[in-house]
């Protein structure tokens, strides 16, 4: 019996899932930002800040036009956003949360629509699946275009696949101005439209259009695609003399790419990398002021570099951010996860001695959820026994220092490290830990022990880190 009216009501469900989709995104979104305390759960990501900053100037009218005009490395949609609320309603980040949780949830009320185009049952399981989204939840609150770009591209997609189904001159329209308003907030989906194009040609002639109507949609597609960053074009162009869209490009490659892919080739630490090329950078623009020379200077830098760079490095570079962003769970980045009191092993205050620790044979230390315990940042989190024996065998006076790096399967050197450090033969605390040292296997020490410690990729903090 039961069974049958929970089958009604999944029926009753799926002949309305947009509007089912678009109240349960809604009401989990607000019920997330009603748990959110205090204004930093906001601006979990640097990013933020900046973005919040430019906001504010824009929304002064008397340093509105001097920032637009000056702003050449974002696209300018979301910062207009930010500018009308806090114009509206002044400094009030939750504001501006409030209003990217309705976007979010007509996000999720376009992907139902996508899934729909299938079935209605498949419309209202995707849905659904992405109202309960964590990384959509998550980032809906945060200062960043996260929200506002999956709002259009996702709108650009359902045009897209309506018009593959069934294509009009609207369609051809509607999905090339969501695709342009999502270029006028995030540039990266820029190549995707200008391959749009004349995919729109192929599709409009597959289906028995004439060449005239096909050309003519595609070339709909691509005014509409131009027309929400023609005001920015026409602005480089007459201004800074280029054609460019931002002028992001060369510090992306030489600041951002070349740093991640030498790392990968031969492993010089990313920040080494990062100082050479940005004072390479510095020494060649010299005193030039245009913004889009200067990321050409950059880039003309970074395609010097990255030619001598095998490019197994740069798949292996790029494959790793790809599985890790694709992979880490997003609940990381909730701000309450990041302000947790146990943000890895490291930056755990030491606890007692367990009354009765539970004997471990050949002295070794429990196994635990990753092969190594790492210097400050290392995302484990362990149990208290754990911490407690790791602050006897290396105190944080020499961990700070990042010395300790050790193989949870090397038993007999921690075993005899922890023999040596009882000190019984006065040996000072420096000479204790070389010895430590000197008992690892030159296999699970660091590649490069002269180097420094190893730095924290930046496309990892979002993901992967918790502080």
């Known amino acids: 019996m039961l069974p049958s009216k929970a089958s009604k009501a999944w029926a009753r469900a799926a002949e309305h899932p947009l509007t089912i989709v678009f109240v349960l995104a809604l009401c989990v979104r607000l019920i997330n930002l009603a748990l959110l305390t205090g204004r930093d759960a906001f ?14 100037a824009l929304a002064k009218p008397d340093t509105f036009w001097p920032t637009l005009l000056s702003l050449t490395d974002r ?11 806090q114009h509206a309603f002044g400094d009030l980040p939750r504001v501006v949360a409030l209003v990217q949780a309705v976007i979010d ?14 079935s209605p049952l498949t419309g209202l399981i995707a849905g659904v699946l992405a109202a309960l989204s964590v990384t959509l939840v998550v980032f809906s609150t945060q200062m960043l275009t996260d929200s506002l770009f999956v709002f259009f591209f996702t709108l650009m997609l359902l045009a897209g696949a309506r018009f593959l189904l069934r294509p009009t001159m609207g369609l ?6 969501a695709g342009g308003l999502a270029l006028a907030t995030r540039p990266a989906v820029a190549v995707l439209l200008a ?7 192929v599709l409009a002639l597959v289906r028995r259009w004439n060449v005239g109507p096909a ?7 691509a005014l509409a695609a131009a027309a929400p960053i023609a005001p920015v074009l026409a602005r480089n162009a007459v201004r800074y003399h280029s054609l460019d869209v931002t002028s992001q490009t060369g510090d992306y490659l030489a600041l951002w790419i070349v740093p991640l892919v030498t790392e990968r080739a031969d492993g010089t630490p990313y920040q080494a990398t990062f100082d050479r090329m940005d004072a390479l950078y510095r ?9 889009f020379r200067r990321s050409a200077i950059a880039s003309r830098l970074a395609w010097q570099e990255m030619a001598r760079l095998p490019p197994a490095a740069l798949a292996k570079a790029w494959l790793e951010g790809a599985v890790v962003n694709l992979t880490a769970p997003a609940l990381l980045a909730d701000p309450r996860m990041r302000a947790l009191p146990k943000p890895s092993i490291y930056n755990t ?14 002295g070794a230390l429990p196994r635990a959820r990753g092969r190594r315990l790492r210097h400050a940042g290392a995302d484990v989190a362990v149990g208290g026994g754990l911490r407690w024996r790791r602050d006897r065998l290396f105190p944080p006076a020499q961990r700070a220092r990042g010395h300790a790096q050790i193989s949870l399967a090397d038993r007999t050197g921690i075993d005899r490290a922890r023999r040596d450090s009882a000190g019984v033969d006065g040996a000072t605390p420096q000479t204790r830990c070389r010895r430590r040292l000197s008992l690892i296997p030159a296999r699970r020490r660091s590649r490069r022990p002269d180097a420094a410690p190893r730095t924290i990729k930046r496309y990892l903090i979002r993901s992967r880190m918790l502080t």
């Open 172 to 177: 051809a329209l509607g999905a090339g101005l």
């Open 75 to 85: 696209m300018p949609l979301y910062l207009l956003l930010l500018a009308g609320v």
């Open 195 to 201: 391959a749009a194009v004349p995919i729109v040609f």
């Open 283 to 291: 020494q060649q623009a010299g005193t030039e002021s245009n913004p």
């Open 349 to 362: 205050p030491a606890l007692p001695a367990p009354a009765h620790p539970r004997p471990h044979r050949h």
């Open 105 to 118: 949830a007509g996000t999720c009320t376009f992907i139902a629509a996508l899934g729909a185009l299938i």
């Open 43 to 56: 601006f979990a990501e640097q990013d933020a800040f900046g973005y919040w900053a430019l906001g504010a």
């Open 215 to 221: 050309l003519a949609a595609a070339l709909l597609f």
